[in-house]
């Protein structure tokens, strides 16, 4: 089954058409599909324009207001299929189509763009908040749980499996139009943030020491209900859980546990063998198999790593 996020978009609507349709990640434009408009960005934002003025009476393109947030226009569905799913362009098409109509009904207003420039077959579905007939669609917790449940009864009818929710690691929040570009060009502050735990994971002791070492280069943090990060340079500060599940503190503490298991497992393995060889060639064990020394195989250098780990740390 497909993993759905969504996302409102409140400004810049024709950005945010543009960069599904981007001809680069849909073949040129034969991987879009639509319901109730045209396929292409420019004629698809002029249709929804005029659904959503006629029915809200306020601008489609009304610039962010000072105060509080601009008014949502469309909501952006991601529905990710795994990969070994092996989801062809159309059938993913199709699943979203589907979806779609099931969902907010055949008036809909909608323009569904797939991809598969990172090796992920998926649909973003940019939906008018109004569909033909005026009716309003909200986007909030209730309606994503159904949607994630019409989509799972139209994987069904394709022959996917359930979606493993339970194993899934959520990827960094992208807030805006401008962090998909900063991604793309490699200037997200949250990637820079990502890609320093990630280094720091492999010789870091813990969380509170990979922290310490961030702060040392620079990096700063916050306490409070969320713990919070800036970069050297940054702005804003940013909650470590919109990094991604693999950047909360206690997943941090797991992983540096793991990496810390697997360089130990990495050190044993051919320290045991050359040590092993060496008394065997002495013939410190003439009548011993040398697969099952002291009860350790070596074929199994994690379960040596286990055994000597009070040695090594």
């Not at 434009?29 to 292409?40: A, E, R, T, Y």
């Not at 909200?138 to 009818?157: N, Q, Y």
Request: with cysteine; net charge positive; charged share 30%.
């Amino acid at each position: 089954m497909p993993y759905i996020k969504s996302r409102d978009i409140h400004v810049t609507p024709n950005r945010s058409l543009n960069y599904i349709c981007d001809p680069k990640k849909t073949q040129g434009g034969l991987n879009i599909v639509s319901l109730n408009c045209m396929p292409d960005p420019r004629n698809a934002y002029e249709e929804m324009k005029r659904i959503y003025e006629y029915y809200s009476r306020h601008k489609f393109n009304e610039p962010k207001p000072k105060e509080g947030k601009a008014r949502v226009k469309l909501i952006h569905y991601i529905q990710s299929f795994d990969p070994k799913d092996n989801v062809s362009i159309d059938t993913a098409q199709q699943i979203a189509l589907d979806t779609v109509r099931e969902m907010f009904g055949e008036n809909a207003q909608a323009v569904i763009a797939t991809h598969d420039d990172t090796g992920k077959v998926h649909n973003h579905i940019m939906l008018n908040v109004f569909d033909l007939t005026g009716r309003r669609f909200h986007s909030c917790k209730e309606s994503l749980k159904k949607i994630k449940d019409v989509s799972d009864k139209v994987c069904k009818r394709h022959g996917l499996k359930p979606f493993n929710r339970e194993n899934h690691v959520r990827q960094p929040v992208i807030s805006g139009h401008h962090e998909w570009v900063n991604l793309k060009h490699g200037t997200s502050w949250k990637q820079q943030i990502c890609e320093r735990i990630d280094e720091l994971i492999t010789v870091a002791d813990s969380f509170d020491d990979l922290r310490q070492r961030m702060e040392q280069e620079g990096f700063t943090f916050k306490d409070g209900k969320y713990i919070c990060v800036k970069a050297p340079g940054q702005q804003k500060n940013v909650r470590l859980k919109t990094l991604g599940d693999n950047y909360t503190p206690e997943r941090i503490n797991k992983r540096i546990a793991e990496q810390k298991q697997k360089s130990l497992a990495s050190f044993v393995e051919p320290f045991y063998t050359i040590t092993t060889q060496i008394r065997i060639k002495a013939g410190a064990y003439k009548n011993t198999s040398p697969t099952n020394l002291l009860g350790i195989s070596i074929k199994r250098p994690e379960a040596a790593a286990h055994r000597f780990g009070s040695v090594f740390s």
